[in-house]
């Protein structure tokens, strides 16, 4: 079966740039997170879908992100626009659903780097 | 609140020694789920182990194990006879009730295994 999908892999652009992050997550799973992951500040939950909708934004660090689930199989991540502090990597992860804890399993992640 | 720490930062062995990861966490719930995920040189996270706060029995998985002990708040990973791609970093995650599903993680902890 299909893991969690996303692109691109790489990314690089310059400041000012919008940039936008796809995912798409395992067939029949309810849950989706979106991760950023840098040297100084570990892997950060940034914002989380339950059934396409947004449960919970508090990681979220500017209001340059937005986080879009339009359907159940395909969510976006958009930073508008882009710094040179966004520069990380950025995963996607998807469960089975919520309150059962399944575990969450990750995208290969794209690598963003703003110049 | 909820806190993991994993207080190693990098551990280096030859291959075919055994090397034991610690992780310690906080909660307050009496209801809670523990995890631990693999990040190898290539980037992505790969789960590893799930385990509820009311099941306390030791689980092994071919070279890995897991030892929780809840008098003391531990979750630990060792990894027997350790080979060259066990080589990566090792996070330690918690869930509770007041957010299911969404993963608190520790800083992790590279391992490095030479030949």
């Known amino acids: 079966d299909a893991g969690v999908i996303q692109s691109p892999r790489h990314e690089v652009t310059e400041m000012g740039q919008e940039v936008t992050l796809r995912c798409k997550p395992i067939s029949g799973h309810n849950s989706l997170f979106w991760y950023r992951q840098t040297m100084m500040r570990g892997l950060e939950l940034l914002i989380y879908?339950?059934?396409?909708?947004?449960?919970?934004d508090s990681g979220m660090p500017e209001d340059r992100f937005s986080a879009k689930m339009p359907n159940a199989s395909f969510s976006t991540l958009k930073i508008q626009p882009s710094e040179p502090r966004d520069s990380a990597v950025y995963f996607c992860?998807?469960?089975?659903?919520?309150?059962?804890?399944?575990?969450?399993?990750f995208g290969d992640g794209t690598r963003l780097s703003i110049l | 609140a909820q806190k993991v720490t994993q207080a190693q930062t990098e551990i280096s062995v030859v291959e075919k020694e055994d090397v034991t990861l610690d992780c310690v966490y906080e909660?307050?719930?009496?209801?809670?789920?523990l995890f631990w995920y693999k990040q190898p040189p290539s980037g992505e996270l790969v789960f590893l182990i799930r385990?509820?706060?009311?099941?306390?029995q030791n689980e092994i998985s071919g070279r890995y194990s897991w030892n929780f002990q809840k008098s003391t708040s531990s979750f630990n990973f060792t990894i027997t006879a350790s080979q060259v791609v066990d080589s990566a970093v090792y996070f330690c995650a918690l869930s509770g009730p007041d957010s299911w599903g969404k993963l608190q993680f520790g800083a992790g902890t590279q391992v490095v295994v030479t030949p």
């Open positions: 879908f339950n059934n396409n909708v947004p449960i919970d």
């Open positions: 385990r509820n706060s009311f099941d306390e």
């Open positions: 909660t307050r719930d009496t209801t809670y789920y």
């Open positions: 992860a998807s469960s089975l659903g919520l309150r059962s804890n399944q575990p969450q399993h």
